[in-house]
């Protein structure tokens, strides 16, 4: 980690690979030059120093994480270390929670059968007059 100075900056697909947001600084690179990083609302590139004190915005697949940038990091450390270099903000995590929830959710409802209906399972859908379960 380095020292937090008013120059000091690191690069931001960098800083997200040793924050431990992606796996690899390419799949960070990747994220940034699709559009789903954002320093201060803005778009960014992969370049772009990161200084202490920004305000970003990440999109990881279906979780968006909106988080402060509180300490410098070229280098990949453990997940302890990574989780220090930032604070996301509590409205983030709660609306990350409340979606993960609600896939759960959805993924909970309706369970499609595992075989096919037997001859007495098709007469009876026959019979029940549904016919887009056919």
């Known amino acids: 980690m380095q020292t937090p ?3 000091a900056s690191v690069r ?6 040793a924050a431990r947001f992606f ?13 789903k990083v954002e320093v201060g ?9 990161v200084r202490v004190g920004d305000a970003l915005i990440v999109q990881r697949a279906e979780e968006r994480f909106e988080i402060e940038v509180l300490a410098l990091s070229d280098t990949r450390g453990p997940a302890s270390v ?3 270099l930032y604070r996301e903000s509590e ?5 990350r929670q409340l979606a ?6 959805e993924r909970a409802g309706f369970q499609p059968p595992g075989t096919k209906p037997d001859k007495r399972a098709r007469r ?7 016919i887009d379960a056919l």
């Not at 409205?91 to 609306?95: D, F, I, K, T, V």
């Open 5 to 7: 100075d008013d120059t």
């Open 12 to 17: 931001l697909d960098l800083w997200l690979w």
């Open 23 to 35: 796996k690899t600084r390419a799949l960070a690179k990747h994220a940034i030059e699709t559009g």
């Open 41 to 49: 609302g803005q778009r960014a590139k992969p370049a772009r120093g």
């Open 82 to 84: 990574a989780q220090a």
């Open 91 to 95: 409205a983030s995590r709660q609306a």
């Open 100 to 105: 993960r929830a609600q896939r759960a959710a």
């Open 124 to 130: 009876l859908i026959r019979a029940l007059g549904d």
